[in-house]
């Protein structure tokens, strides 16, 4: 059931990548059943721990997707997402998915040091989730403008076998700073990947 719930997820991700907001929440659901699939990390926890660690995950994510909504209290939610979270790695220092949460939050907050320290040190694990973090990497490395980087993680993903390598090239050519015709190549590499998506084809038409 699982794995027919990510099946989904990377379905709905192929219909709405070119919406950033909706595959920004639809990443936070596929972490989510990530989440429920570590079913060895759960066993594992005692049962103190385990009826603390799941509901804090779960507000850590929930005020996580509050946070991306335009609100007055959108810092007060990064807060809390980032306290849930670092309360379950005080109870479990190899639950992954809370470190995802703090890489996430700390991206939003305009901390990207320590953004980029958590994310990168993810993408060393073996988590199956990677490509999750690779994303916001990205998004990190564009707003650094260190085109560099990005390169390399596109590079990475690709080697790793990133079921949404598409989703990366897309959001790398948003960038402005990249030349038009590598830019020009890079969503011609989207269309080959998925060349069912409209928003690729779209994007090859000369603007007037």
Not at 100 to 128: A, H, K, P, Y
Not at 147 to 176: C, I, M, P
Request: with cysteine; glycine share 2%.
């Amino acid at each position: 059931m699982l794995k027919e719930a990510a099946d989904h997820v990377d379905q709905a991700l192929t219909v709405y990548s070119s919406v950033p907001h909706v595959s920004t929440q639809l990443h936070f659901l596929k972490a989510q059943v990530l989440l429920a699939s570590e079913q060895p990390v759960e066993t594992e926890l005692n049962m103190t721990q385990s009826w603390r660690v799941v509901p804090l995950i779960r507000l850590a994510l929930l005020a996580l997707r509050v946070a991306q909504k335009e609100s007055p209290d959108r810092d007060r939610f990064l807060n809390l997402a980032l306290e849930a979270s670092s309360e379950v790695v005080k109870l479990k220092t190899d639950f992954i998915v809370a470190y995802l949460i703090q890489g996430i939050v700390c991206f939003l907050q305009n901390n990207s040091g320590e953004s980029r320290r958590v994310l990168e040190r993810l993408l060393d694990s073996t988590w199956s989730g990677f490509p999750v973090a690779q994303y916001w990497l990205l998004l990190l490395y564009l707003v650094k403008k260190d085109l560099s980087a990005a390169q390399d993680l596109l590079t990475q993903a690709r080697f790793r076998g990133n079921t949404r390598l598409d989703l990366l090239y897309y959001r790398f050519t948003k960038n402005g700073e990249i030349p038009a015709e590598f830019r020009l190549r890079t969503i011609e590499k989207c269309v080959h990947i998925n060349p069912s998506e409209s928003v690729f084809w779209n994007s090859l038409k000369p603007t007037a």
